[in-house]
């Protein structure tokens, strides 16, 4: 009878253990510094920075627009994306279409800078793309 309890009680505890107790997990582990991270762009005309109108920067993958706010940097520097975005932007990286305009001659500049991000991604970071668009 003991033996028979036994193994009535082994097969019920083998029963109840399944394989999706183990979790794979999508990211490797990671160890990130606190840093915080951004991808910046510099208008310049006459070899110094200036402000422009109707900035933006769009992903070009999925049509949002990256939106920060005004930071501490200079006039005519604008942060095209940062850590905020970093889990929106792909890991094989997307490209950003910078556009700015001259308020004086109204003449629209542009510029494509891909910047890499993901899921498991700790910062962006830029992959090509200028650091400066100029109005000369």
């Given amino acids: 009878m003991k033996k028979v309890l036994l193994a009535v009680t082994a097969i019920a505890f083998l029963a109840s253990c399944k394989e999706s107790t183990v979790k794979l ?16 762009i510099e208008f310049v005309k ?12 769009v992903n070009q993958r999925t049509g949002d627009t990256l939106v ?46 891909k910047i890499t991000g993901g899921e498991c991604a700790c910062h962006v970071e830029k992959i090509s793309g200028p650091e400066q668009i100029s109005f000369d």
Avoid: W
């Fill in 68 to 113: 920060h706010a005004k930071s501490e940097l200079p006039e005519g520097m604008y942060v095209v994306a940062d850590d905020s975005d970093v889990k929106e932007l792909s890991e094989k990286g997307d490209e950003i279409k910078v556009t700015g305009t001259d308020s004086l001659t109204n003449k629209t500049k542009t510029a494509i800078i």
């Fill in 46 to 57: 006459g070899g110094q920075s200036f402000k422009v109108i109707d900035y933006s920067a």
């Fill in 25 to 40: 997990r999508k990211c490797p582990d990671l160890v990130c510094t606190e840093n915080f991270a951004s991808v910046t």
